[in-house]
């Protein structure tokens, strides 16, 4: 269908917007690589209403991320944290390996 | 009503995902400081429908904050950044000034 890994990052920020049944079929899908027709067998229900679920949550994730921006301003925040360290090192000599530990830090700010 | 200040805060995060027009009674509520018979009145409507709407609202604002904690998370963002301009000042005997602006830039990643 779409891109999955787009669909998974958009799942990580805006997931637990969606009901907890939209989440698992999505996980299922996108995650577990399950078919349309083996999520349909699961939920009693027909490959077609799956197909359009998944769809319809594929646009409700867009519709969050162009008002909320998570996806964009996490990209954005990695290559300035990038820069932020650049510029501490080459300032104040910072040790390589605190430089990784520290990069690793502020990304899971 | 509740305290402006939070809700001030959930609007920063969550605002974009209420309507314009409920997006609009919020800022003039809390932000403006109209009242809800003023309110009321630019809306041509009675002071309880816009009693009632602000509290819809705010109760969508906090049920997206159990969903999504971002203001949560921007709260312990701020602590660990303070930490880690702690840390890199004691080690790397950073420049006050600096460490000023390094707030300054981290907090707005």
Known sequence: MEDRVEISLLMD???PLL???QSEIMQWYYNDDLSLAEIAELNQTSRQAIHDLIKRCYKQLL??????NLL????NRKKEIMNFLEHLKNKYS??????IKY???????
Not at 63 to 68: A, D, F, N, R, T
Not at 72 to 75: E, F, Y
Not at 94 to 99: A, N
Not at 103 to 109: D, P, V
């Open 19 to 21: 009901t907890e049944k």
């Open 94 to 99: 910072i040790d390589d390996e605190d430089i």
């Open 72 to 75: 964009q301003k996490s990209i």
């Open 13 to 15: 920020f805006y997931g």
């Open 63 to 68: 519709s969050y991320e162009s008002k909320l």
């Open 103 to 109: 990069k690793e830090k502020l990304e899971n700010l």
